[in-house]
């Protein structure tokens, strides 16, 4: 109780003194602040990557491809292939009706608003069903396209990011005009990205027959998957890949996501050994400057460990204050975000929001506690082996 009251005491006198170093002080925050803001601020991209494809997914959802496809792009199924997939036991069925949507993808060259560059966007052809078997999707802005003509509703995101797609609006996509009757919603996630039009008209602008790439249909239940893929890998008419949507929008993800943290965690280890450096200047400062008043302690009874511990904890205190300022400069600046980048899986544009979530700023606040602690562990070894009677000769 004795020593804890001493680390109490001399901690307290630290913190009293620190406006007579606020110059070092100041420098240790700063450096801290810096390292959270980045960590934060490249990781939330891939946080909001991250959360724009796979907030998409659904474990009662199931897409069906050709065997082999990486992506919808590189997929093919015929009609007769859809329809196999449609009877399908597994399938939820409304009256006799599978609950499905065939679809047909594409990507269309559209200018970016920002920066007026061309970007791939993906344009998708959804048959009715399409609404059915995605969750949280909703018009919000306009009508619904009619079926056998040359209209498309927009995501919402794709509306913020790029020009020429305002309701209302016509554009070109190679020889055919299109006209922009309406936008929905579809909570954030990457479907907020496309374009949507009648699968039939979307075959025959790009002369694409009866075929189509992929099959969404809504499960009996999560159990359903299974038996939906055992189902249809006994049927010589079709070699498909069977997958979640949940478990296909991860799998899309996971390439830029690590390719961000490949980038973002060397990034932050660099900027925490400048930190570390800066923290360890500020505390070798304040031993210095306060070498007198720890002998004077030292020869009042105070032990080398309160001394030890009391420098540490004022370290510790200075890169959480940092960390505090960081993440919150980070939350300010970047969260919410929007900017787009090209999806290497289905070569086109997600357009996402940078999320700087909680558990991302609680890694930042515990990175600069780290920060703190190797920062202050040398100069408060120093303060507690400073020879007492050399510094009493000083006074």
């Avoid at 065997?67 to 329809?83: D, I, P």
């Amino acid at each position: 109780m004795h020593r804890i009251q001493q680390v109490i005491a001399v901690t307290w006198l630290n913190l009293r003194n620190l406006p007579q170093r606020v110059g070092s002080s100041v420098v240790a925050v700063v450096g801290v602040a810096a390292v959270v803001l980045v960590f934060a601020a490249v990781l939330s991209m891939a946080k909001g990557f991250e959360r724009t494809m796979i907030s998409a997914g659904s474990t009662d959802t199931a897409i069906v491809m050709r065997s082999g496809s990486t992506s919808e792009l590189t997929s093919g199924l015929s009609n007769e292939q859809t329809l196999i997939v449609g009877d399908a036991p597994g399938v939820l069925k409304d009256g006799d009706a599978a609950v499905m949507s065939a679809e047909l993808y594409v990507v269309v060259d559209v200018k970016k608003k920002s920066s007026g560059t061309d970007a791939n966007v993906p344009f998708r052809g959804i048959q009715s069903g399409a609404f059915e078997v995605r969750k949280n999707v909703e018009l919000i802005d306009g009508r619904m396209f009619e079926t056998g003509k040359n209209e498309l509703i927009v995501g919402r995101s794709a509306q913020q990011e790029f020009a020429g797609l305002d309701t209302g609006a016509t554009i070109r996509f190679g020889q055919t005009d299109w006209q922009v009757v309406g936008t929905f919603s579809a909570g954030g996630s990457v479907s907020e990205s496309e374009l949507w039009t009648d699968v039939r008209v979307l075959q025959g602008a790009y002369r694409r027959g009866t075929s189509y790439q992929s099959v969404r249909v809504k499960l009996q239940s999560e159990d359903s998957l299974a038996e939906l893929e055992a189902a249809l890998e006994e049927d010589p008419r079709i070699d498909p890949d069977v997958l979640s949507e949940k478990e296909y929008y991860s799998g899309q993800a996971a390439p830029l996501s690590q390719f961000i943290k490949l980038i973002g965690y060397p990034l932050t280890i660099l900027m925490a050994i400048g930190a570390v450096f800066g923290a360890l200047n500020s505390m070798y400062s304040s031993v210095s400057v306060r070498g007198k008043e720890i002998a004077t302690l030292r020869a009042l009874g105070f032990g080398p460990i309160p001394i030890l511990i009391s420098t540490i904890v004022e370290s510790t205190l200075l890169a959480l204050i940092g960390g505090i300022i960081g993440g919150a400069a980070a939350y300010l600046a970047f969260n919410g975000f929007q900017v787009s980048t090209l999806n290497g899986a289905s070569f086109s544009q997600v357009v996402f929001d940078f999320a700087v979530t909680g558990d991302l700023l609680v890694d930042g606040i515990k990175a600069a506690l780290v920060i703190g602690v190797f920062g202050g562990l040398f100069p408060a070894i120093r303060a507690a082996r400073l020879p007492v009677a050399q510094a009493l000769r000083e006074l």
